[in-house]
């Protein structure tokens, strides 16, 4: 329910979206806490100047720190098509889908747009 009372809700391949929006950031670091679970997402470049956009997670001192390599580059925009599982939230299962436009690439943590949706499955039966 929305600060005028009124009820929305919205679904996406049966997944309903928690939370959607767009960020500007001007660091290499975004921190979200959705109930108990928090998760943060660090932007860093590797030495080979060549490599491809990526990111990879891991959970650290009970936080989810999602790494995400190479994200320079990409004026034209570079993210993920397909929801990403990433824990369960009131017995759902939470996902994370994100696109990204860098729009100072002489910049190591220059200016992106950080577009992301968190998304809610089904009440888990078991």
């Given at each position: 329910?929305?600060?005028?009372?009124?009820?929305?809700?919205?679904?996406?391949?049966?997944?309903?979206?928690?939370?959607?929006?767009?960020?500007?950031?001007?660091?290499n670091?975004?921190?979200?806490?959705?109930?108990?679970?928090?998760?943060?997402?660090?932007?860093?470049?590797?030495a080979?100047?060549?490599?491809?956009?990526?990111?990879?997670?891991?959970?650290?001192?009970?936080?989810?720190?999602?790494?995400?390599?190479?994200?320079?580059?990409?004026?034209?925009?570079?993210?993920?098509?397909?929801?990403?599982?990433?824990?369960?939230?009131?017995?759902?299962?939470?996902?994370?889908?994100?696109?990204?436009?860098?729009?100072?690439?002489?910049?190591?943590f220059?200016?992106?747009?950080?577009?992301?949706?968190?998304?809610?499955?089904?009440?888990?039966?078991?």
């Amino acid at each position: 329910m929305n600060d005028l009372g009124i009820k929305f809700k919205a679904t996406v391949n049966e997944l309903e979206v928690l939370e959607s929006g767009i960020l500007l950031l001007i660091g290499n670091e975004v921190v979200f806490n959705i109930d108990s679970l928090e998760i943060k997402l660090i932007f860093s470049l590797e030495a080979d100047e060549n490599k491809k956009p990526h990111y990879s997670g891991q959970v650290e001192n009970g936080v989810l720190v999602i790494n995400m390599y190479n994200f320079k580059d990409s004026s034209l925009g570079d993210g993920i098509n397909t929801p990403l599982e990433i824990g369960v939230v009131n017995g759902r299962s939470l996902s994370f889908i994100f696109y990204i436009n860098s729009h100072d690439t002489n910049n190591e943590f220059g200016l992106k747009e950080f577009k992301y949706s968190f998304l809610l499955g089904n009440k888990n039966d078991g």
